[in-house]
């Protein structure tokens, strides 16, 4: 199993300003990681897949990086609806697919 | 719009059965593999289960395999998971989600979840 591990667990920051999110698999994924954001009441959202392409409809200011073990999600000029839990996600190796434990980002 | 709704939810005792389904729309559900998805209330998201198009290739989470199982009526749109021998470990939110592809693990689209709660 893929251990995925998220950091920081909460990441404070002001509208306006940028959020980078850290994940890192227990081994390499290649670029078969997504990001989802789950907003407070809400069913998780795809962002980003293949570590860097965003799904559909999600903005520019949202985007991700990296490669094999060490990923980012970055949000620049946060809004208030950005403050959710992110969490990531693996698909290269599965069973099992694995999720990280999140990234709350609050104000 | 794509559309996932889930139903079949509810209190349950420890050691019964469930049986959740998933209604899809909006897209050709013949195409593309389908997954269970679970968060404990508060908690993380877990993978359950996942089958691609034609039920060809089947996979469980350890927490449940032989007691999960996952399957498919293409013809009916429909996506089930029946849920045997519950656990009190198994109260959660049970997400139906559509993979990206016919044998995809990443999901583009979820349904508002259905609560599992297993309490005696």
């Known amino acids: 199993e893929i251990v995925m591990t998220q950091s920081p667990a909460t990441l404070s920051v002001s509208p306006g300003e940028r959020a980078t999110l850290s994940c890192r698999a227990g081994?390499?994924?290649?670029?078969?990681l997504a990001w989802y954001q789950q907003r407070p009441g809400q069913t998780p959202r795809l962002l980003i897949y293949?570590?860097?392409t965003r799904a559909t409809g999600i903005p520019a200011r949202f985007s991700g990086s990296g490669s094999g073990t060490e990923f980012t999600l970055t949000i620049s000029r946060l809004q208030s609806e950005d403050f959710a839990i992110y969490y990531c996600?693996?698909?290269?190796?599965?069973?099992?697919?694995?999720f990280g434990q999140g990234t709350r980002l609050e104000i | 719009e794509v559309q996932l709704v889930e139903s079949g939810g509810g209190l349950v005792q420890p050691g019964r059965s469930l049986r959740l389904s998933c209604t899809a729309s909006g897209f050709t559900f013949d195409d593309y593999a389908m997954h269970w998805v679970r968060q404990a209330p508060g908690e993380g998201l877990e993978w359950v289960a996942g089958?691609?198009?034609?039920?060809?290739?089947?996979n469980y989470a350890d927490s449940v395999k032989g007691r999960f199982t996952i399957s498919r009526d293409n013809a009916k749109n429909s996506l089930y998971l029946q849920m045997n021998s519950l656990r009190s470990e198994d109260t959660a939110f049970y997400y139906c989600t559509k993979a990206w592809s016919s044998l995809g693990a990443n999901f583009d689209s979820w349904g508002q979840g259905t609560l599992v709660t297993v309490s005696s």
């Open positions: 293949g570590a860097s």
């Open positions: 996600q693996q698909y290269n190796t599965w069973p099992p697919i694995t």
């Open positions: 081994q390499s994924v290649g670029s078969d």
């Open positions: 089958l691609s198009w034609n039920s060809g290739i089947i």
